[in-house]
């Protein structure tokens, strides 16, 4: 399709067994890089260029003052780096700073309450302008809103996939993951759901191609014109898709999903924020291979959610 997702990149890197490593302030360039790890082998580090909305001066400039020496706040991130307020919020809704000793909460706290300028008698001693506060106690936040945040900056989280918390439900119905489908013999119908990567009509041809992402791969749908009408708000305007079809999987062992009925599901996001958990999950820094799965229901942070797929106009 032309068309590369950053989440399918971390999993084809994982698969290879190239470790993934966030986006970090003490460690992030602009690019995406790689890192020798102590055992000798090859990770590869989250550029700043991830995070939406980010700029490349301000990674150079983190960059540059990373190299005379290692940032010990946030506030020397602002300071050191010139980074603006937007810059700063950014990174911290990134979940940028964790080697810093904040995750995405308790960074965004800090990067409200960092000053936009530094007073004169600060800057003149070189002297931290913030004192110490009391722990503010905040609630961790849901591993499912944290993997919301992370789709919605930076178009991948490396904690889980969004459908992983809805896969009990969708199961309930029916509906196979990525990995079933291409699994299933040629002409079966099948039900399948997932986020919306790319929608693709080559050349204003009669096909419109749809490929929809879930924790297990992806699946290429393909959409005759015909129905296009009939389905044309859906296939548009969804984010979370659920197509109903029939596989079609040539020798070569290519499967696509000839749909039939689609179905826009885009308001089952709004499970993945606020939700109750019994028992609060510690989610693991900088290196993740197979992270934990809890459940969830709606939040403010849904209007939206998720970026916008690649689509034709």
Known sequence: MGFYAPAQLVRDA???GVRVRTIDVSASTWDNSLERRSDGTLALRLGFRQVDGFREAWADAIAAARAIAPFASIEEVARRAGLPA???????DADA???LGHDRRTALWEARRTPSEQLPLFAAVEAPELGIEPDARLPLMPRSEHVAADYQMTRLSLKDHPMIFLRESFRAERVLSAAQVNATRDGRRVRTAGIVLVRQRPGKGNA???????????VNALIWARLFERYRRPIMAARLMLIEGEVQKSKEGVVHLMASHIVDRSAELGRLSAHDETKPQILRADEVVHPQIPRGHGHPRN???LPKSRDFH
């Open 208 to 218: 419109i191609f749809v490929t929809l992402e879930d924790e297990t791969g992806i």
């Open 14 to 16: 994982q698969q290879h």
């Open 86 to 92: 937007r810059g700063l919020r950014l990174l911290a």
């Open 303 to 305: 209007v939206r959610v």
């Open 97 to 99: 700073c964790r080697s």
